[in-house]
């Protein structure tokens, strides 16, 4: 049987693998191919062809000597807590992870529970190898050390703790079974671990001095020997054993140390196997569900609806009343504002607002009598927000045409202008940041310090330029997000849209291209407004209004912005109106 | 309730609410329609029916202004969809076979969004009034996840009849509804006919469109075979072998035999 699954598997895999290579035909693809390329080899492989030719290896993390055992240990405690989390965390039944299509041929079919168990289990061996790939290129300057070595350590420890997860869960799905709620049986592990850190303080407070003030060692040293001897020393040594076990072959420092790790490894592998098999739970119920919900997720994912890949459980109240009479577009807008949730209500910026204004004045007033060093630092972090959300803004805020584009055949029927369905898809999140962006201008103009560096800062000069950046914001917001949704309409296929939207690195090399792209419209974009706002200050300036020009200048370049995104609508309208979904989509 | 087809000499008169005039749709170079031409008048009710990959699905999507045609015209109440394509799309609704909702509006805010979109002043009655002859008056709080199927089809309906559209294309509009939703949706196609509306219905359920068509569109490989009243099609294919029904004049149209089917 398990003969039948690995032809399955195998095909599936090699059909794939042609369709993708078939697809490089297509320009788009094949330019995306080697972009992504060159970005795997540059990111991921060029040190490592490198650290095989004449090339010197990354510079590993320098540990002190009489420390050498602790990377170890950290890596035994990290996996125990993971461990304990496996026990604690799970609130519903055991599910194997199965494909729609999986469930619909091999649940009816005469395949016994263990074959499917095996075929999971050896299924998963494929993601395991890859992401132990992964993580070991990515890794391989942490510390030197051979690469095979580290990758089969991942490896292994990938697999322990996929075994465990898998046979954690099967044990909760039979303490459920018994009786025992998600309460009691958290209720015993939280306060198994909790007794066991109790143990190992009251060790530590008999047997060790707490907490040694830094100048008994000097430096930081006293640190890591405080915390060797915790680790090396009492009970917690005989605690992480078994998870000691587990990351050994990756610390081996050699091949004979590797193969003698690997044995115990092996050994814990073969009991958690036996574990899994023995358990006699019953999982199919609970993974014909998970595969439903995993398709509708992907599905979501694929069509790039990120959004509503976390389907909402809950329905959000609209920000404002609609009324059937007035500009169609302004449903579009309230719409997607809903689809935004819970966040985008009235009462949520009023206490956002109250607590910037408050927030504001609070620490002004701390900051004022700390001699003004916070202040400086507070300013620059949310200087720093602002530029930041400029650039993540309009990616991480969706919820416009890329949200809708695979609804596409609903907006195509309403009976509005092209430009109409892209303003009203646009302007939600272009609220949404301004009005973020917003609220930082005001608690910063308010926490704003009178003084930097013995140079007074006028109240006027903090409201103007305060002024400015709140009326030149919405617009840019305006152009950086109009510029993802050009390029979702434009290059829809790279925007992962439709049924079929395609995966691999070829596809990140698109993502790659569009965000370069993005970037150079954008400034190409603020090019002649921002030139229009230097002449404007600079004119002020040499008149000594350079207040003035600062607010006129914004309010001159925010017009031109405004025109340039008048523009962009549309096109973009024109470009909705004429877009053909059975060209792209279907 | 009383299920008969509407009357054709009621609409003979009146000017067509759909007109098609060589419509072409190809993908890439594979035509999936070619050259269709047809018309349906107010109160008539249309059944577009042929084997898979005729064209049907594609077709309704032009005429719904979805899909942009390769070639030829569509004018829905007299306005060309590709010239007038917002006073076209005004006056029709399109029925998927899968209803097509928002994942984060609920039943009523689908309902105002869709009053504000069509300009529709009385929704608040009109939509109360289609949630209940849906009988889904009591999840008017509810998002898509939280209805089943049929109740989401009830949803795309009541959103796509809010502003009494004058031509209505289904796309198989019984797959998922229940014995009593069938019903109601037959009761709902020819209410609709008997107020004037110009209704096309795709569907591979030849006894469905037997019972409340007027008139049959026959498509096979992008192509039409035959259109005309029922009794028209019955008559031209029975001529031959003697069959009196739907089903079997659609068999001789496409030259299949049920044996084959």
């Known amino acids: 049987m398990l003969g039948a699954l690995f032809f399955y598997q195998y095909h599936s895999w090699l059909n794939r693998l042609l369709a993708r290579v078939r697809r490089l035909r297509q320009p788009k693809y094949l330019f995306g191919a080697i972009v992504g390329g060159l970005y795997l080899y540059f990111y991921l492989f060029r040190g490592f062809a490198s650290s095989r030719s004449a090339r010197p290896a990354p510079m590993p993390l320098a540990v002190p000597a009489e420390l050498s055992d602790l990377p170890q240990t950290l890596a035994a405690l990290g996996f125990m807590v993971m461990v304990l989390l496996a026990w604690i965390l799970p609130h519903s039944r055991a599910a194997l992870a199965f494909s729609e299509a999986e469930v619909a041929f091999l649940f009816p079919a005469p395949v016994s529970r263990r074959t499917l168990i095996n075929f999971k289990l050896l299924k998963s061996q494929a993601a395991i190898a890859f992401s132990s790939l992964i993580v070991t290129l990515i890794g391989r300057g942490w510390r030197g050390g051979s690469f095979p070595i580290h990758m089969l350590g991942w490896w292994a420890a990938f697999s322990v703790f996929n075994l465990h997860l898998l046979g954690s869960s099967f044990a909760v799905t039979l303490l459920m079974d018994r009786g025992i709620s998600n309460w009691k049986r958290r209720a015993f592990f939280l306060g198994g671990a909790a007794a066991a850190a109790a143990g190992i303080y009251l060790w530590m407070r008999q047997s060790l001095p707490l907490f040694p003030s830094p100048s008994d060692e000097g430096g930081v040293k006293w640190i890591f020997n405080y915390v060797g001897q915790v680790f090396q020393s009492g009970p917690l040594p005989w605690l992480l054993a078994p998870f000691r076990l587990v990351v050994a072959p990756y610390f081996a420092a050699n091949w004979a140390q590797f193969l003698l790790a690997l044995g115990p490894v092996l050994a814990i592998i073969a009991l958690h196997y036996f574990w899994i098999i023995r358990s006699n739970v019953a999982f199919e119920e609970a993974s014909v569900e998970l595969s439903r919900k995993f398709a509708e997720r992907l599905a979501a994912m694929r069509s790039g609806n990120w959004h509503a890949a976390r389907r909402p459980k809950k329905a959000a109240r609209p920000p404002f009343t609609l009324h059937p009479a007035g500009r169609p577009w302004v449903a579009v807008f309230w719409k997607n504002l809903i689809s935004a949730g819970q966040y985008v209500t009235a009462r949520v910026w009023l206490l956002l607002v109250w607590a910037a204004v408050f927030g504001g004045i609070f620490l002004q007033t701390q900051s004022a009598r700390g001699g003004g060093g916070l202040g400086l630092g507070v300013i620059m972090f949310v200087g720093m927000l602002l530029a930041m959300s400029l650039f993540s803004g309009p990616q991480m805020l969706r919820n416009d045409l890329r949200q809708d584009l695979p609804v596409a055949d609903v907006l195509k029927m309403l009976p509005i202008p092209g430009w109409q369905v892209v303003l009203g898809e646009v302007l939600a999140p272009v609220a949404m940041l301004a009005g973020v962006q917003w609220l930082l201008i005001l608690f910063g103009a308010i926490f704003f310090p009178d003084h930097i560096a013995k140079h007074a800062i006028p109240l006027a000069a903090r409201v103007s330029f305060a002024l400015a950046a709140a009326l030149l914001l919405p617009f840019i917001d305006l152009i950086a997000l109009l510029i993802p949704n050009a390029a979702a309409l434009y290059f829809p296929a790279w925007y992962h849209l439709g049924k079929e939207a395609p995966r691999g690195f070829e596809t990140m090399g698109q993502q790659l291209i569009l965000m370069f792209g993005q970037m150079l419209v954008l400034l190409l974009s603020l090019l002649l407004p921002g030139a229009v706002f230097t002449v404007l200050l600079l004119c002020a300036n040499f008149f000594g209004w350079p207040l003035l020009g600062v607010v006129l200048g914004a309010m001159a370049a925010a017009l031109l912005l405004a025109v340039e995104a008048a523009l962009g609508i549309r096109l973009l309208g024109g470009v909705f109106a004429r877009f053909d979904l059975s060209a792209e989509l279907l | ?261």
Not at chain 2, 192 to 214: F, Q
Not at chain 2, 246 to 254: P, Q
Request: aromatic residues 6%; proline residues 6%.
């Open chain 2, 1 to 261: 309730m009383d299920i008969a087809p509407p009357r054709i000499t009621d609409a003979a008169a009146a000017p067509p609410q759909i007109e098609v005039a060589g419509l072409t749709k190809l993908y890439g170079d594979l035509p999936a329609v070619s050259d269709l031409s047809f018309a349906v008048r107010p109160g008539e009710v249309i059944g577009l029916v042929g084997p898979n990959g005729a064209g049907k699905t594609t077709t309704l999507r032009c005429l719904a202004g979805i899909i942009p045609p390769t070639r030829g015209a569509v004018r829905i109440c007299g306005f060309d969809l590709a010239q007038n394509p917002i006073d076209a799309k005004q006056r029709l609704a399109f029925f998927s076979d899968e209803p097509r909702l928002f994942d984060y509006l609920t039943v009523t805010q689908h309902l105002t969004f869709v009053a504000r979109i069509y300009g529709v002043a009385d929704y608040q009655q009109t939509g109360r009034q289609l949630l209940e002859e849906l009988e889904i008056a009591d999840k008017a709080d509810k998002l898509p996840v939280e209805l089943s199927r049929g109740m989401k089809q009830k949803l795309a309906i009541a959103c796509g009849l809010l502003h009494s559209p004058q031509v209505i294309f289904f796309d198989e509009p019984l797959t998922g509804l229940d014995p009593i939703g069938i019903r109601r949706m037959k009761d709902s196609i020819l209410k609709r006919a008997r107020a004037g509306a110009a209704i096309l219905i795709s569907s591979h359920l030849l006894h469905l469109l037997e019972e409340v068509c007027s008139h049959v569109l026959i498509l096979k490989n992008g192509r039409k075979i035959i259109d005309g009243s029922l009794e028209e099609v019955r008559q031209r294919f029975s001529e031959q072998d003697g069959g009196g029904n739907l089903e079997d004049a659609f068999f001789r149209a496409t030259g299949e035999t049920k044996g084959e089917a």
